[in-house]
């Protein structure tokens, strides 16, 4: 991903009011309290954002008819990344905001797992294929995520009533389940998005990635070190925490 995401607005021929605003909080009279930037043209207005934050992006439609989108800009590891949300989210994010919290203490995104997202589809379209009846079947055998199809499977004349097939596909099934839940366990998800954090999940985050970085520079100080003298420091330091 680049280091600046473009946000831009657009108004339909014969009208203009676009616009695209940083949210920093809440307004009694307005819904949310606006930072207007970018620039602006006759028919659009485009920013170029490389802070974190939440943002709005207003577009008018050819009835001139307001039209706001809400998206979250937030780093993920080093790199920025754009994510949709909810009016209802936005306005969860701003009252955060107004209680003084930052953005990072207020949002945990993620990245979607493509091959989880493939794994997803396959399991769908197999369940799919053992609900039909009747003779115009079709076989899902183009799934990204779906291994090799088996050789029965490979004829188009497979019928899911056949009880070779459907233990066939029962099997392929059962492979893509696990598959599924192997990637959840290592926190994948399918769809790229975010979670609102509360006050005490973020402090839990926060410890979190205070312990992460000490570890790292701990690991980063003992691989200077020989094996023998690692040794010694680690069990200096057990005995400093007993």
Avoid at 49 to 67: N, S
Avoid at 120 to 139: D, H, M, Q
Avoid at 151 to 170: G, K
């Amino acid at each position: 991903m680049p280091e600046i995401i473009r946000l831009q607005a657009s108004a339909s021929y014969g009208h203009t009011g676009q616009y695209v605003a940083r949210l920093t909080g809440r307004d009694s009279k307005f819904t949310f309290a606006r930072e207007f930037i970018g620039r602006r043209s006759e028919r659009t207005s485009t920013a170029d954002v490389d802070d974190a934050g939440l943002y709005e992006i207003c577009d008018v439609d050819r009835r001139g008819g307001k039209d706001s989108t809400y998206w979250v800009v937030a780093k993920v590891g080093d790199e920025l990344y754009k994510f949709a949300a909810s009016k209802a989210e936005a306005m969860k994010i701003a009252k955060a905001f107004d209680d003084g919290r930052k953005l990072e203490d207020v949002v945990s995104p993620w990245l979607s797992c493509r091959e989880l997202r493939d794994v997803a589809e396959a399991i769908v379209k197999w369940k799919f294929f053992l609900s039909t009846t009747g003779s115009n079947v079709v076989v899902p055998l183009d799934l990204p995520g779906g291994g090799e199809s088996p050789a029965l499977l490979a004829s188009s004349s497979a019928c899911p009533q056949d009880p070779e097939v459907a233990r066939l596909v029962a099997d392929e099934l059962a492979r893509l389940d696990a598959e599924a839940s192997r990637l959840e366990a290592e926190g994948k998800q399918p769809y790229a998005g975010f979670s609102i954090l509360s006050p005490k999940a973020a402090a839990a985050a926060r410890a979190g990635r205070m312990r992460d970085g000490i570890v790292a520079d701990i690991m980063a100080a003992l691989s200077s070190l020989d094996a023998k003298d690692a040794k010694a420091v680690l069990a200096e330091v057990a005995k400093t925490l007993k």
